[in-house]
């Protein structure tokens, strides 16, 4: 039986009464068992000598309850508890096997209980936030100060030992024999151990002399002194560069030493930087902001000076290069109806080539910057809506820059005016519907060496472009869909050309003028289509039936030529009878008015194939599978009735399907010219109006086919789980990125997996995890004089194997069947070393050949405690 009951505070005149527990024998008396401190002596306790003296020492209620007994002594003013005892005073709420209180020295004391299995019920002691573990704890209620034995407690992810602590107040500590570690294993993999340290619960953490132990071996690192910051938040503090032993042409220096300011709980503010012997240096800052239930976002700006060769030799050479990126996004609680976002990725061409401290892997390989600003807005009770965009594209091999500061678009959704009461559409021209787009846009073409410069504002061009249309359907013959339409488009620009010959030079010379200049278009058109089902039954085996779907469609399009009356004659040569034709839109941001009669029938033939698959075992209850064969095989082409020559356009095809339960996507398409090909005097190849004598001509094709396998298709457990996979993705021959600037070491490495904190080792045997991904590409054109060609030919595949729960080893690679040569390659080593991580990433050959290896402690605490090397790519300066 236990007991819980109310400790009012004690006066001299009071006498508590004993409640004895009959349903047990009497056990002795239990006295604290301490031996002599000053907490303890009234004598030479300076705690007993507070210059303020409250009037009760005992401020509040204390409730408390143990499991065997109480026994309240009223002689000696003690009470004492066993067995799952815990009392709650103030805001002080302690858990041990023994509480003994003492009211006569105004103490607490409390310790395990000794069993079978050994020293159980260690105290817990919690007040406010703060919580600790300890073989005992003899606590003061005057003076609120503590004396602690076998103290464990954990700040932040900060995990703390110490043989002896002493508790002066709330905010202040001290620690002997004291043991650091992030380690959450009973015997830490590693510990910073120190004979003594200041701990301001929930703040830091000062020690003196430390020494860094590894599996309970003493190593040659030494610290004279040590700061932990220990705070719930972030707090401002430099951040310690990581030493470069010349791993590279740029010679020996520092990366990454800089300092991190905590501004508030909204936003914070990284500034970092390199520097090396031979005056290459860097500069980098980031930033992150988070606004609940409104934004979050990151930022960053990296710059970097680049030098390689000595001065005054041949192989000097030096660059600027720099990189902006910002990523920003809006919370969908913030405003329903309109919406923020950003993605930015600009800068240097060669950044991400030359720099030496972003190995960025993916955007070495690739040849394009792109960046988005976008603002949205819905008018609510309205059909109307609006987007205002910046864009900004760059192709890194050509340095060619296009942007559009902005792009405004207002579009208005589908509205039927005909149609009837409460929305009713069942005539033509109830179901008669009307659309508005506006788009308005200012586009810069430039290059790196005029980016950011007024040059690249000379050549912008602007405009403007309304289109509206209106269609409706009709149902014809019973089984068959009439759809009209109309459509009509104004385009508005703000600037023009004007050509002129010039005598002198002999060319055509081209000014750009600003000004007001527009032109009109419209067109109409018709379209009949339907469905057409065909089934095929079997009476044997489980295949059931096989369902054919055939979607016709012929359609007519009508469209003058509106480029005839703005056509202009400028003479080009020396010449008076060369002359050549242009309009003044010919320059501008939406291009020129459409040329020459479009009279035009057009033909689509869409098929899909589909299965009815009865179950393995025919008295289950499982419904019949439905099985894709064919996803689709569609023909389309068009007939001009206006044209001179050549009328039939081009016949495009595509296919596609799946194979083996949607693991295997196959795809095919390409084009085929009816007309035969020759060969001009100029040496241009031209289609003539001839057919060929073969009908049709292979002009170009393409095939691509991924697949996807991994060892969990094989266990018998997942075997009729869905497929998750997507066989359409393309493998990943990239893999992670080598980022030095990284301070935690890429821990989200291959496959990492963030839910298993510390797996569980065990031995795989023959049942090891993998997964492979292949890809296959091939392309073929032929333009009818020098026979076919086989363009892309080749192979990429990745995969992961776990050899054990705790090893990774990644691979992506390929193979160029036509060039005869492997393409870029990716290994990736990952240990889960518990409490460290350890990341090895090897490209082996090419261009970017380089290494990285790291090893290093998991915890953002101890971020700094770590190793790495790493050979960067060649990054000489072309």
């Known amino acids: 039986m236990g007991f819980s009951q109310e400790i009012k505070p004690i006066h001299k005149t009071e006498i508590l009464a004993v409640k004895k527990d009959t349903t047990k024998p009497q056990k002795k008396e239990l006295k604290p068992f301490v031996k002599n401190d000053s907490i303890l002596s009234k004598k030479i306790d300076t705690i007993a000598r507070d210059s303020i003296k409250p009037k009760e ?102 995990f703390t030992y110490g043989e002896k602590t002493k508790r ?27 004979d003594k340290a200041k701990l301001v619960p929930g703040k830091k953490i000062i020690v003196g002399a430390s020494n860094l132990v590894i599996a309970d071996i003493p190593t040659p690192i030494f610290l004279p002194f040590a700061y932990f910051p220990m705070t719930e938040t972030s707090t401002s503090g430099f951040l310690i560069p990581a030493f470069d032993t010349g791993s590279s042409d740029r010679g020996i220096g520092f990366q990454n030493g ?112 792109n960046s988005s600003i976008n603002y949205s807005k819905t008018f609510v009770g309205t059909p109307f809506n609006m987007s205002l965009t910046a864009t900004h594209q760059q192709n890194t091999n050509t340095e060619k820059i296009t942007m559009t500061l902005p792009s405004l678009t207002v579009n208005m959704d589908r509205v039927f005016p005909f149609a009837g009461k409460g929305g009713i559409q069942k005539t033509p021209i109830q179901k008669m519907g009307f659309n508005y787009t506006m788009q308005g846009q200012y586009l810069i073409n430039t290059d790196d060496d005029e980016f950011f410069t007024k040059k690249m504002f000379e050549t912008a061009r602007s405009g403007v472009q309304h289109k509206t249309g209106t269609s409706t359907n009709i149902k014809a013959f019973k089984y068959f869909t009439l759809s009209p339409n109309v459509n009509y488009e104004e385009t508005w620009q703000f600037d023009y050309i004007n050509k002129e010959y010039d005598i002198t030079d002999n060319v055509v010379v081209t000014d750009t003028l600003r000004g007001f200049k527009s032109y009109r278009e419209y067109n109409a058109g018709i379209s009949l289509s339907t469905n057409i089902y065909g089934t095929f039954n079997f009476k ?47 320059q501008g941001i939406y291009g020129s008015p459409s040329s020459g009669l479009s009279n035009s029938i057009g033909i689509s033939l869409n098929n899909v194939l589909e299965a009815k698959v009865a179950p393995k075992d025919p008295d289950s209850e499982q419904e019949d599978e439905k099985v894709t064969l064919l996803n689709n095989l569609n023909f389309n082409s068009s007939y001009n009735i206006a044209a001179d020559s050549l009328r039939w356009s081009p016949v495009n095809f595509s296919a596609g399907t799946r194979l083996f339960k949607d693991k295997l996507a196959v795809n095919l398409s390409g084009s085929l010219n009816p007309y035969k090909a020759v060969k001009t005097s100029s040496g241009s190849i031209i289609n003539i109006n001839e057919f060929n004598s073969n009908v049709f001509r292979l002009t170009n094709a393409n095939l691509t086919a991924n697949y996807s396998i991994s060892s969990k298709d094989f266990d018998k457990d997942n075997k009729d789980k869905p497929n ?82 705790k090893w990774k080893m990644g691979y992506s690679s390929g193979y160029d069947v036509k060039g005869g040569a492997f393409t870029f390659s990716r290994f990736n080593f990952t240990r889960d070393l518990d409490s460290w991580q350890f990341n090895f990433n090897w490209v082996p050959f090419g261009t970017n050949s380089s290494y990285t290896f790291f090893i290093g402690v998991k915890s953002s605490v101890l971020a700094d405690l770590k190793w790495d090397k790493n050979k960067p790519p060649d990054r000489r300066l072309f």
């Open 540 to 586: 044997k085996g489980r295949l059931k039936a096989i369902r054919h779907t055939f979607r016709p469609s012929i359609s007519y399009s009508y469209r003058p030529d509106f480029k005839d009356k703005h056509l202009k004659q400028v003479q080009q040569s020396a010449d008076a009878t060369d002359i050549l034709d242009y309009t003044v839109f010919d």
């Open 258 to 369: 800089g300092y991190y300011f905590a501004i508030n709980d909204y936003f914070d503010l990284t500034v970092l930087g390199d520097a090396y012997s031979n005056g290459s240096w860097g500069f980098r800052t980031s930033s992150n902001y988070n606004k609940r239930y409104r934004f979050n976002g990151t930022f960053s700006f990296n710059f970097e000076n680049n030098i390689n060769g000595i001065r005054g030799f041949d192989n000097y050479s030096k660059a600027n290069n720099f990189n902006i990126r910002w990523s920003h996004n809006q919370d969908s609680k913030a405003s329903p109806n309109s919406r923020f976002t950003a993605s930015v990725n600009l800068g240097s061409s060669k950044f991400f080539r030359e720099s030496q401290n972003q190995f960025n892997v993916s955007q070495s390989q690739t040849n394009t910057f």
């Open 57 to 158: 020492t005992i401020e509040d209620i204390i409730t408390h309850n143990a499991k065997d007994y109480t026994i309240q002594d009223a002689k000696n003013k003690t009470v004492s508890l066993y067995n799952e005892a815990s009392i709650v005073y103030t805001d002080i709420d302690l858990k041990a096997g023994i509480i003994i209180i003492d009211y006569k020295k105004n103490i607490l004391f409390a310790k395990g209980i000794i069993d079978s299995t050994g020293y159980v019920q260690r105290p817990v002691f919690k007040q406010g936030g703060q919580e600790s573990e300890q073989d005992s704890i003899i606590y003061n209620f005057k003076s609120k100060r503590a004396l602690i034995y076998g103290l464990k407690t954990k700040q932040g992810e900060m």
């Open 724 to 805: 998750n996979g997507n066989a359409n993705n393309t493998p990943d021959i990239i893999g992670a990125d080598i980022n030095p600037t990284d301070r935690f070491g890429q821990r989200n490495n291959i496959n990492s997996d963030s839910k298993d904190k510390n797996k569980e080792t065990k031995l795989y045997n023959a049942d090891i995890p993998w997964s492979v991904a292949l890809g296959y590409s091939a392309s073929y054109s032929n333009n009818g004089i020098d026979g076919g060609e086989i363009g892309v030919h080749s192979i990429v595949f990745s995969g992961n194997v776990e050899l054990s729960p």
């Open 168 to 194: 002066v107040n709330d905010s202040t500590i001290y620690i002997r024999k004291i043991r650091f570690t992030t380690s959450e294993k009973e015997n830490p993999d590693y510990y910073i151990a120190t």
